[in-house]
């Protein structure tokens, strides 16, 4: 069975930073891209950021919103995804998934993780 | 950057057909995904590149999109099918519609 299961939420201060993991199960978790995306209060789903895997050439995409504060990242060799986040902003809190590109190329996201839940507040 | 519009909520009887709709400049040129997403719960994906169900979704969610539009149909709609639901589509990022919200009733 695939699970994705993410951590590393919690209450942080506007401009500090915070680590996301998610550990992977259930499939061959160096063969597909991976992607952060989240949910903030109340409101509908709005992508993150993207990772290829290493066939692919483990190339990486960033939503405007986020980008030069967000890095995705991976670990083939433990399963694991990272998300880190810097600057963190109060319009950054949300519910944060990780979920896998489903099949190849452009097939969805899914299954999704149960999500961590960050908030930006001072 | 590239938008995507869905209708913010569509009602239907139980027994009857759905459609949900998401609109977007050429979206007929891009692969089309929607996601099912129930209060409390993770988003599900229930159609992908257009018209395919991943496995264990059932025969009633299907696809079409062709031009500005893509739409999700379920065919007998259920009260378990009550839920909000997403169209997702790759520009030059991933993009979501903003969601509509179905009410079996």
């Known amino acids: 069975e695939v699970q994705l299961v993410e951590s590393g939420g919690g209450l942080v201060k506007p401009g500090r930073s915070l680590r996301l993991s998610c550990t992977a199960s259930g499939f061959t978790f160096g063969d597909y891209a991976m992607s952060w995306i989240r949910q903030a209060p109340g409101k509908g789903l709005e992508w993150v950021s993207f990772i290829r895997s290493e066939a692919d050439g483990g190339t990486t995409e960033h939503a405007a919103s986020v980008k030069g504060r967000f890095t995705i990242s991976r670990d083939d060799s433990k399963s694991i995804i990272y998300l880190e986040m810097n600057s963190l902003k109060t319009e950054d809190t949300a519910v944060y998934y990780c979920t896998r590109q489903y099949s190849g190329y452009d097939t969805g996201f899914g299954p999704w993780g149960q999500g961590t839940l960050v908030i930006v507040s001072s | 950057s590239y938008e995507l519009t869905q209708p913010p909520s569509v009602s239907v009887s139980p027994g009857q057909t759905a459609n949900i709709t998401c609109s977007g400049d050429e979206l007929g040129d891009k692969f089309a995904s929607w996601y099912q997403q129930k209060p409390g719960q993770s988003p599900l994906l229930v159609i992908y590149r257009d018209t395919q169900r991943p496995s264990g979704i059932p025969e009633r969610f299907s696809g079409s999109n062709s031009g500005n539009t893509a739409t999700l149909t379920i065919g007998g709609t259920q009260a378990m099918d009550e839920a909000d639901y997403y169209c997702?589509?790759?520009?030059?990022?991933?993009?979501f519609g903003g969601g509509t919200k179905l009410t079996v009733l």
């Open positions: 997702q589509a790759w520009d030059s990022s991933v993009v």
